[in-house]
């Protein structure tokens, strides 16, 4: 089977309280710890990356980003799924090339550019190029944006869900989602679910996401945040 396929099979099937908990490495030498740890695959933030590599979180040039992501996924045996924001511009037949190229399993895509929602047809339209162009070969991840972005109504949130499922995305990620409308959001919403969980004891934890509906759960940044805590600790 391959990674694409291995990884897909890891969303399904689950029970409810067990989803699968994706952390984000920023860098191969995070990676391997991970993929040490036991993890099943990894889930790469771009803000993570961005931060590893001196930008801004939606500031890292595609090439740097694509570099990034190739080495983490050299250094480890597990699927990874990459962060690639909006696509940085790319045609979808060069965006799943470069995908590729870099050895990812799967892939994040995020209906906002420049702070602003995308219309959803035409964002649907667009990752439906991409599932046509990827085939198998990769688990497409559809974040959307509405709540980031202040639309707040869970409905507009399950309406863009739906047209990006009926597209070919594999999973869909409400970001920001409040815990309090993930029901909702579950019986709304057709195949696997990702969900936020804070790593500050804000909010419910992984297990607890699982039980209220969510298929995976991701940390974002959150690792990262953490490690560079620690280093606050260190004896001057």
Do not use: Q
Request: glycine share 12%; hydrophobic share 45%.
């Amino acid at each position: 089977m391959s990674k694409a396929g291995a990884f897909r099979a890891l969303h399904h099937g689950r029970p409810p309280g067990d989803p699968l908990v994706l952390p984000g490495p920023w860098d191969a030498a995070s990676a391997r710890a991970l993929a040490a740890a036991g993890f099943p695959a990894l889930a790469t933030p771009s803000a993570g990356v961005a931060a590893s590599l001196g930008y801004a979180d939606g500031g890292t040039p595609a090439a740097e980003m694509f570099a990034a992501v190739a080495r983490i996924t050299r250094a480890v045996d597990v699927p990874v799924s990459a962060d690639v924001e909006d696509g940085y511009g790319l045609a979808p037949k060069e965006l799943v090339e470069r995908l590729l190229a870099a050895g990812v399993a799967g892939c994040n895509l995020e209906d906002s550019g420049g702070g602003v929602l995308k219309d959803p047809h035409e964002h649907a339209e667009w990752l439906a190029e991409v599932r046509a162009a990827a085939g198998d070969r990769l688990f497409l991840n559809a974040r959307v944006d509405t709540f980031a972005r202040g639309v707040t109504d869970p409905d507009r949130t399950i309406e863009r869900a739906a047209l990006y499922v009926a597209a070919g995305a594999d999973c869909v990620y409400p970001i920001h989602a409040p815990t309090a409308v993930l029901p909702l959001l579950r019986a709304g919403i057709e195949g696997p679910l990702n969900m936020y969980a804070a790593l500050d004891g804000d909010g419910p934890s992984p297990a607890g996401l699982g039980g209220l509906g969510a298929t995976r759960v991701t940390f974002g940044p959150g690792l990262l945040r953490l490690a560079l805590r620690s280093l606050h600790a260190v004896p001057r």
